[in-house]
C-alpha cells in the first residue's frame, strides 16, 4: 500500500460521508501513474500557441462550430482553395480566391475531426497541396467564449459529453505544469479521452484512459513526465473547481491526467508531497460538473476497491486553447 493509500484509509474513517477516497491511481495517483502519472523524466515542452498553427497556414476556432484560416502566401502563389473533403481541384475550380482570411465550418460531430487541406494556385495555374491540418468537430459556445474573453489568463476549452467546461490556467505561477498541459491540449490529445474517476464529493479525473468498447485503455504520454510544482511555491491551492495534476507518489511523475476539485480539497496540498494546482474551471461550474458529480458509478477496473467508474463512459470529446 502507497503512502497515498495509506492517507485515503484514514481520511475514509474520518469521513464517512465522502463518496470517495483517493485510490492508488488515487488522484494521481490516479492521482497516480495510471491515474495520472507517466515516466520521471524532465519533460521538453515549448511555450503554446493560442492557435492551430502550421507553416503557412494558422486556424482560429471559433464559437458556432466555425474555424477562421489566415493564410500566409507562398512563393508565387496567387490563389487559395480551402477544402474539408479529399478531393483536388483543378486550376479552373471556383473555389480559388486571392483572400488570405477565410472562414471554414467545422463537422459539429462528437467523434470526427475537421480536415482542412489548403490548395494554392501559381500565377502558370499549377495547383499543389499548400498545407493540411486536423481541427475539432466541434467548438465551444459564445457563452464559454465570453467567458475565456473575461480571464486575462490563458484558456482552454473542453467539450464533453456533460457540456463544456472552461478553464483558466496559472502560467505565471505555474508555468511548466501550464505547458505541459497546453502541449497536449494543442496537439489532440485529450480528444477522444474519457472520464475514469468521478467522487461526487471530492474529485472528477481524466486525461490518462480510452474507453474501447469494453475495457478502459491508458494512453500513452507522448512526452516526458514534469517536475512538480508545489503549492508552496506556485501560492495556489485545492480548492473547489481548481484543476490539479495526478500523479504517482513519485514527486516528478505527472504527465497527462488531471483532476477537477469538486469540493474543498486543501488536504491535498500536503499529502503525499502534495498536487500542484495549474488552473481553475470559470465556466460550467455549476452546470457540466455539476452533471459529471451526479453520475452513476461502479467498482473501478482502473482504481482497485473504489466506486468511481462511471457505468456509462464520459468521453470529453474535444480540448482546445482558446486564448
Known sequence: MTHFDQWVVVLMMKHLKKSMALGVCGLGLGLMSGC?????????????????????LDAQLLTGNKARLVINPGTDTTSYCVR????????????????????VATTGSATQATSVRLWAKTSAGVVSLHKA???P??????????ASTASSLPTACLITDSGE????????????????FLRYVNEGFYNGTHVHRVSSNFVVQGGGFV??????????????????????????SNTQYTVAMA??????????????????????NTTNGGYAVFGRVIFGQTTTLATMAKVVV?????????????????????AYQIQ
Not at 84 to 103: I, K, L, R, W
Not at 137 to 146: D, H, L, P, Q
Not at 247 to 268: G, M, P, Y
Not at 307 to 314: A, E, I, K, M
Open 165 to 180: 467546461l472552461v478553464m483558466a490556467l496559472e502560467n505565471t505561477q505555474a508555468p511548466g505544469t501550464v505547458k505541459n
Open 36 to 56: 495520472g502519472g507517466g515516466s520521471a523524466d524532465t519533460p521538453q515542452v515549448t511555450p503554446p500557441a493560442p492557435v492551430v498553427k502550421l507553416a503557412g
Open 84 to 103: 474539408t473533403d479529399a478531393n483536388t481541384p483543378t486550376a479552373g475550380d471556383s473555389c480559388f480566391v486571392s483572400q488570405t482570411t477565410q472562414e
Open 247 to 268: 500523479r504517482s507518489t513519485a514527486l516528478d511523475s505527472a504527465s497527462t491526467e488531471f483532476f477537477i476539485n469538486l469540493v474543498n480539497n486543501t488536504s491535498l
Open 298 to 318: 461502479k467498482s473501478s477496473t482502473i482504481l482497485a476497491g473504489e466506486n468511481s467508474q462511471p457505468v456509462t463512459p464520459l468521453a470529453l470529446q474535444w
Open 137 to 146: 468537430g466541434k467548438t465551444c459556445s459564445a457563452e464559454a467564449y465570453a
Open 133 to 135: 491540418l486536423s481541427l
Open 211 to 236: 474507453f474501447n468498447g469494453t475495457n478502459y485503455v491508458k494512453k500513452s504520454p507522448t512526452y516526458a513526465s514534469i517536475a512538480l510544482e508545489p503549492v508552496a511555491t506556485t501560492g495556489l
